[in-house]
């Protein structure tokens, strides 16, 4: 079990900056993925942004060039820094954690997401 712990949301103007960090809470397996969704109103959750225990890092394309997310795999911490932030940014942002492990009763791997509580982050002037 993985418990998300988010912060950073808030109220900021346009062309303004935010950093969203996430910790997850020690797990007997890593994790293998962690990320930040968006769900703005009218919408489905969609991903803005995911980073491997590698590095290797993905965007939406609405974002890049102004996000950027990173981890410390010690530490079991995600970062989202938002620059030059826009009106549609405007959403609840949900810290994603993928875990994968090995079950020994069922003699597969199981695939677990776990997620933040959400935290608002609101774009206006």
């Known amino acids: 079990q993985v418990q998300l712990v988010e912060s950073g949301g808030g109220l900021v103007q346009p062309r303004w900056s935010l950093r969203l960090p996430c910790v997850a809470s020690r797990s007997r397996f890593s994790i293998s993925g962690m990320g930040w969704y968006l769900h703005a109103p009218r919408k489905q959750r969609e991903m803005v942004a995911k980073i491997s225990s590698g590095g290797n890092a993905n965007y939406v394309d609405s974002v890049k060039g102004r996000f950027t997310i990173s981890r410390n795999n010690a530490k079991n911490t995600v970062s989202l820094e938002m620059n030059s932030m826009r009106p549609e940014d405007t959403a609840v942002y949900y810290c994603?954690?993928?875990?994968?492990?090995?079950?020994?009763?069922?003699?597969?791997?199981?695939?677990?997401?776990?997620w933040g509580q959400g935290t608002q982050v609101t774009v206006s002037s």
């Open positions: 994603n954690a993928e875990q994968v492990y090995y079950s020994n009763v069922e003699m597969k791997p199981h695939l677990n997401n776990y």
